[in-house]
């Protein structure tokens, strides 16, 4: 089957080639989907560095979320037919033809929803909504992102407003060339703050922008409480309830 393998880890445009992968044949409690659309996260990528938490051995092929159809059933699965449309994340592979997932972690997609959404419906949607539960934010708070305008930042400001409809987003955003995106006001980003890059989060972000102080701050990869006085910098913040 066709696949995008890399053999070394390094930049996905360097390592990464198309080639030729036996279909692989799913285990007990397995399934095998055939590829349909598969996305390409920035995990992913960072997977392909050889930098992201999980290492896969080599020669491997690259993916982590799809949708597809099911053509294969391993022993012992029930509840999931051949030909069913589904879709599934945090599994390996998924940029190839054929992929292997493990049933319980197989979503049905209904007809309403278009391959385009179901392939990127779980991972980042999931972080978003995980990060809005753990923040606990109540109408009429800021929450603000730093460089969020990736899916989970979408995503985020997008179940906020869905919520209360009174949450209001603060985002302080990279410049794409000196330019900030114009659609991110559609998403519920009510005001924002372009600034550039000097190091991978690391940029200062000044609460004095929002007027309040900040009782939650989510640091990337670490999280960390923070409290800060109007006008305070704090840097490498990613996301920030304030209060």
Same mark, same amino acid.
């Given at each position: 089957?066709?696949?995008?393998?890399?053999?070394?880890?390094?930049? &996905?445009?360097?390592?990464?080639?198309?080639g030729?992968?036996?279909?692989?044949? &799913?285990?007990?409690?397995?399934?095998?989907?055939k590829?349909?659309?598969?996305p390409?996260? =920035?995990?992913?990528?960072?997977?392909?560095? $050889?930098?992201?938490?999980?290492?896969?051995?080599?020669?491997?092929?690259?993916? /982590?979320?799809?949708?597809?159809?099911? %053509?294969?059933?391993?022993?012992?699965?029930?509840?999931?037919?051949?030909?069913?449309?589904?879709?599934?994340? /945090?599994?390996?592979?998924?940029?190839?033809?054929? +992929?292997i997932?493990?049933?319980?972690?197989?979503?049905?997609?209904?007809d309403?929803?278009?391959?385009?959404?179901?392939?990127?419906?779980?991972?980042?949607?999931? /972080?978003a909504?995980?990060?809005?539960? +753990?923040?606990?934010?109540? &109408?009429?708070?800021?929450?603000?992102? =730093?460089?969020? =305008? $990736?899916?989970?930042?979408?995503?985020?400001?997008?179940?906020?407003?869905?919520?209360?409809g009174?949450?209001?987003?603060?985002?302080a955003?990279?410049?794409?060339?000196?330019?900030?995106? =114009?659609?991110?006001?559609? +998403?519920?980003?009510?005001? +924002? @703050? &372009?600034? @550039?890059?000097?190091?991978?989060?690391?940029?200062?972000?000044?609460?004095?922008?929002?007027?309040?102080?900040?009782?939650?701050?989510?640091?990337?990869?670490?999280? /960390?409480?923070?409290?800060?006085?109007p006008? %305070?910098?704090?840097?490498?913040?990613?996301?920030?309830?304030?209060?």
């Amino acid at each position: 089957m066709r696949s995008a393998i890399h053999t070394t880890f390094g930049e &996905p445009a360097d390592v990464l080639a198309l080639g030729e992968s036996p279909v692989p044949q &799913p285990g007990a409690g397995e399934v095998r989907i055939k590829t349909i659309l598969a996305p390409i996260h =920035n995990h992913d990528l960072w997977t392909i560095r $050889g930098k992201y938490g999980y290492k896969p051995t080599l020669p491997a092929i690259g993916g /982590s979320e799809a949708v597809g159809t099911v %053509d294969a059933l391993g022993e012992g699965v029930e509840g999931i037919a051949i030909g069913q449309r589904v879709m599934a994340a /945090s599994v390996h592979g998924t940029w190839a033809e054929h +992929f292997i997932a493990p049933a319980r972690m197989v979503i049905p997609v209904p007809d309403a929803i278009a391959d385009e959404a179901a392939a990127q419906l779980i991972a980042m949607p999931l /972080s978003a909504l995980m990060l809005l539960e +753990f923040l606990q934010a109540e &109408p009429g708070q800021w929450i603000v992102q =730093n460089t969020a =305008n $990736g899916a989970v930042g979408k995503t985020l400001a997008m179940l906020a407003a869905a919520r209360g409809g009174e949450h209001r987003q603060g985002l302080a955003d990279r410049a794409v060339g000196g330019v900030l995106p =114009n659609p991110l006001p559609a +998403f519920g980003l009510q005001e +924002f @703050q &372009p600034h @550039q890059r000097t190091q991978r989060h690391a940029d200062p972000l000044r609460c004095r922008s929002v007027g309040a102080g900040v009782r939650h701050g989510e640091d990337h990869p670490r999280r /960390s409480e923070h409290v800060l006085r109007p006008g %305070d910098v704090h840097r490498g913040l990613h996301h920030a309830l304030v209060d």
